[in-house]
């Protein structure tokens, strides 16, 4: 059996609930030109968005804040917000994290990273395939 060691990467132990900054990692791994989000100036690749979340993750590690606020910053940074007043910057900040959730998972075909069965069903074809293309 062969197993491919970007899709097994989601196997890491995340708990039922993955930060967002690991599953924008796998689905830039697994699927990087899949869509994350619709920003201001269009389409956000998970590629993209991972490059700006793992650069702004760095910095603000270094200053002891949580990573999960590089994906606040970097979602923020790319969404038409002109007039807005705060409330519903942040309003609309969630809601997009929660539209890079919904999309990372169906990158990882599963959102249920708290079983072994929902392990398996994030492990992609290539892992579930590899038996009947390699034998038993």
């Given at each position: 059996m062969t197993v491919d060691s970007d899709a097994a990467d989601i196997t890491l132990v995340?708990?039922?609930?993955?930060?967002t900054l690991n599953?924008?990692?796998?689905?830039?791994?697994?699927?990087?030109q899949a869509v994350a989000f619709e920003g201001k100036a269009g389409s956000v690749t998970f590629e993209a968005l991972n490059a700006a979340v793992s650069m702004t993750a760095g910095v603000l590690a270094a200053q002891g804040l949580d990573a999960e606020a590089a994906v606040g910053a970097a979602?923020?940074?790319?969404?038409?917000?002109?007039?807005?007043?705060p409330t519903e910057i942040a309003s609309a900040?969630?809601?997009?994290?929660?539209?890079?959730?919904a999309a990372a998972c169906g990158v990882?075909?599963?959102?249920?990273?708290?079983?072994?069965a929902g392990l398996f069903r994030s492990s992609g074809p290539s892992i579930r395939g590899s038996n009947r293309a390699h034998g038993p």
């Open positions: 995340w708990g039922a609930r993955p930060s599953l924008i990692a796998y689905a830039a791994s697994a699927a990087p979602v923020t940074g790319q969404l038409s917000l002109e007039g807005l007043a900040t969630n809601a997009a994290i929660e539209s890079i959730r990882a075909g599963s959102q249920d990273f708290g079983s072994l």
